[in-house]
């Protein structure tokens, strides 16, 4: 199952926060057709795997997505610029 770190929420919902983004959206995690993962703002669905922070729903997920990167976590990690995103393998 896909992991998503408390901080890597936190780093989401600052920057929906910095881009003056409505409650109602947060962003959704995509495959993209080079095999890469994007992010898109969007509205969460019924179906959707959601992830929160403080309350609001900062990024969602289709099932079939989650069920795709099986042994993946989504953290923060500190970048010259600030805090980013990173996508890595689990260990075990």
């Not at 409505?22 to 969460?44: I, K, M, Y």
């Not at 729903?57 to 099932?63: E, G, K, S, Y």
């Amino acid at each position: 199952m896909l992991t998503v770190t408390d901080s890597a929420c936190a780093t989401i919902a600052n920057l929906l926060e910095s881009n003056d983004a409505p409650e109602s959206v947060a962003l959704r995690l995509t495959a993209a057709e080079q095999g890469g993962l994007g992010l898109s703002p969007d509205a969460p669905s019924d179906e959707d795997q959601s992830y929160h922070h403080e309350g609001r729903t900062v990024l969602v997920i289709t099932p079939e997505l989650v069920q795709q990167l099986d042994g993946v976590i989504l953290d923060t990690e500190l970048g010259e610029d600030g805090p980013r995103l990173a996508i890595r393998r689990s260990v075990g």
